[in-house]
């Protein structure tokens, strides 16, 4: 299978491609240091599986997964992250991704965990309760509703969060291969539909949602 190793330390990707090329099924294709650049080399490599770090540079794990799955649907992710918080792992399960691995977890453990992503399969770090996946499947029956945000549209909801996230319009446009005036449009009617008049009132909305998670995020 194709891997792409994601990791903004280079000793951490470095690590990562040793234990994944020892194995005889596993072949590394590429690696990226920042959310951009695994956005990018997904399209470009179209790998099986991409090994991510959750805390990247210039655009978040989350978003990077939920990208990802949109441009490359086919490729699957398995999110390497130092948060054993059970909200975490349904972030990213709700991102797309199918398995989460704590960064202090065994060698065997990214291993499985490679290998059922490839195979379309649930994988969680043995050192997190498995009843984790348990829960989030079945909150996904029971989500609720967050009456302003499910007002706007797939694409307005990933302008948000990109906003939030602290990314310019260029820096969206660029990450949506969309116009910047196209940015501005979507901007412009997410504010409208939210009721907020700038990025701080959008930031508080959305930590207040549970779209950014202070501490997820502090690093």
């Not at 449009?185 to 950014?212: F, Q, S």
């Amino acid at each position: 299978m194709k891997i792409l190793v994601a990791d903004d330390h280079a000793v951490v990707r470095e690590g990562l491609k040793q234990l994944l090329t020892s194995q005889p099924d596993m072949e590394v294709v590429g690696e990226a240091e920042d959310g951009h650049e695994v956005l990018e080399k997904a399209r470009a490599l179209r790998p099986d599986v991409i090994l991510l770090d959750i805390a990247m540079p210039r655009l978040s794990g989350l978003d990077a997964v939920r990208l990802i799955k949109e441009a490359v649907p086919d490729t699957q992710i398995v999110v390497l992250s130092m948060y054993e918080k059970e909200a975490f792992v349904h972030q990213v399960f709700a991102s797309g991704a199918l398995a989460y691995v704590l960064k202090a977890a065994s060698s065997s453990d990214v291993i499985e965990a490679v290998r059922a992503a490839h195979r379309g399969e649930y994988f969680l770090s043995s050192k997190i309760r498995s009843e984790v996946i348990g829960t989030y499947l079945e909150s996904r029956k029971k989500k609720p509703s967050v009456r302003g945000y499910d007002l706007l549209s797939d694409r307005e909801q990933q302008v948000f969060r990109l906003m939030v996230e602290g990314n310019s319009t260029t820096q969206i446009a660029g990450i949506l291969c969309v116009s910047p005036k196209t940015v501005e449009k979507h901007r412009a009617n997410v504010m409208k539909k939210l009721g907020v008049r700038d990025l701080v009132a959008m930031v508080k909305y959305a930590i207040k949602i549970g779209i950014i998670d202070p501490e997820l995020w502090k690093d």
